[in-house]
């Protein structure tokens, strides 16, 4: 019996060896920033959707943004074969996609106009100011296919407690501290690769 909880013991060494896990530090926030985020409800944690340093899984370049939509995570590819890793909420199945498109565009607090498709299934939805209360949370990257916008973001929520789950309209959503995080790290032109 000692044998085997050594030879199980052992095996649980050698797995976690390989996890090279680091939490990222939070970014410097303005006080509206602050703020705002103080009145955004709180939600329970899941730390598996936490902000970390890993080695890269992607093989992409650095600058690049991937989306897992299946392990509901996304990456910020960094030098040395390094990656930020930072949970999310996709699209679920009706409304996900996948593909690759740039960033042309970036915001903070935008302001948020629901597409014609949205309202149509949704008519209680309607143009929301920047702020606690907008679904686009604290920044938003707008997503290109050449000059053609998507009309997907990756973007904050005012919905914490959704990270990890397939429930959005097709954007992915993120914790405000992790925007606003990838949103200092991302240049305008990034490439993003949704999976």
């Known amino acids: 019996m000692r044998l085997f ?115 149509a299934r949704w008519p209680h939805v309607q143009y929301t100011r920047g702020g606690p209360e907008n679904p686009l949370g604290a920044r938003a990257l707008y997503l290109y296919d050449g000059n053609r916008d998507t009309l997907y973001r990756i973007h904050g929520t005012n919905e914490p407690e959704k990270i990890g789950l397939a429930v959005s309209s097709g954007c992915i959503r993120m914790r405000n501290i992790d925007v606003i995080d990838l949103y200092n790290r991302t240049a305008l032109e990034a490439r993003v690769i949704v999976r």
């Open 5 to 119: 909880s050594l030879t199980v013991l052992l095996a649980m060494m050698t797995s976690l060896a390989g996890c090279n896990f680091k939490g990222v530090p939070d970014p410097q926030v303005s006080e509206r920033d602050a703020e705002w985020m103080a009145q955004v409800p709180k939600a329970q944690e899941d730390l598996r959707y936490g902000r970390y340093l890993i080695d890269d899984p992607t093989g992409e370049a650095p600058g690049t943004i991937v989306v897992d939509t299946k392990e509901r995570f996304l990456y910020y590819v960094m030098d040395g074969r390094k990656a930020i890793r930072y949970g999310v909420t996709v699209g679920d199945e009706a409304y996900g996609w996948t593909g690759t498109a740039r960033v042309a565009r970036k915001a903070e607090w935008p302001n948020w106009t629901p597409p014609a498709e949205m309202k």
